[in-house]
């Protein structure tokens, strides 16, 4: 079976820096996927993960521990249109699949 | 920008009446994936296409979904009939082979059932 594991909502400030974190465990891996999605509107792809360590791209990082089953979305200076959901997904042969998604609120 | 088209974006309707949902992939895309998400459940995969052929639709319900790619400029997603149950929102996916960065979703078809 699949179970994907991430917060509900969390709530950070403007210019902050948050950390969005995801449990895996899933029968077959190939890959960790983190997408964002503004209510309303489709995924948008951010960042994915192969093997372990650290991926950053600009203002997003993303860290996977397959030993763990264990992953995190790191976004630093938080701006207020970061506010959406955060999708983990874990992607095994063509296949995704997806955690309920972490609400992110950012205030000023 | 390329763009994967979904239509229609919004629909109502009765319970036991038929709903098609299409999908239009990227142009080249030879992947196709069919989501349904609700609050509950968050997204959940009914199906997926490669180069036209069906894959894996083992999330779809059987006895009244179904979905086809009659070419490949096409994708449909058809629930027959529908309960109030299937409400969510349908998102349709493309892309190439295993360039997973690639996909790209719609921007989903909202579907209520009364």
């Known amino acids: 079976g699949q179970n994907i594991d991430q917060p509900t909502e969390m709530t950070a400030t403007e210019g902050a820096i948050v950390q969005i974190n995801c449990t895996y465990q899933?029968?077959?891996?190939?890959?960790l996927f983190w997408y964002q999605q503004h209510a309303g509107e489709a995924p948008t792809f951010l960042s994915y993960?192969?093997?372990?360590g650290l991926e950053e791209k600009g203002r997003f990082s993303s860290f996977l521990s397959r030993s763990k089953g264990y992953s995190y979305l790191l976004l630093k200076e938080l701006q207020m249109k970061d506010s959406a959901s955060y999708l983990c997904?874990?992607?095994?042969?063509?296949?995704?699949?997806f955690g309920s998604g972490t609400k992110l609120n950012v205030k000023p | 920008d390329a763009r994967v088209t979904q239509t229609p974006r919004h629909k109502v309707t009765e319970m036991g009446q038929e709903v098609t949902m299409r999908c239009q992939p990227i142009?080249?895309?030879?992947?196709v994936f069919w989501y349904r998400q609700t609050m509950m459940q968050g997204l959940e995969l009914l199906a997926y296409?490669?180069?036209?052929?069906?894959?894996?639709d083992s999330g779809m319900p059987k006895d009244r979904f179904s979905a086809e790619m009659p070419d490949a400029t096409l994708a449909t997603l058809k629930i027959q009939p529908s309960e109030p149950r299937d409400s969510a929102v349908y998102f349709c996916?493309?892309?190439?082979?295993?360039?997973?960065?690639?996909?790209?979703f719609g921007s989903g078809t909202r579907l209520t059932v009364v």
């Open positions: 996916a493309s892309g190439m082979d295993d360039r997973v960065d690639g996909y790209t």
């Open positions: 899933t029968s077959g891996f190939n890959g």
């Open positions: 993960n192969v093997l372990d």
């Open positions: 997904a874990a992607y095994n042969f063509n296949k995704f699949y």
């Open positions: 142009l080249g895309h030879n992947t």
């Open positions: 296409f490669r180069n036209r052929a069906p894959l894996d």
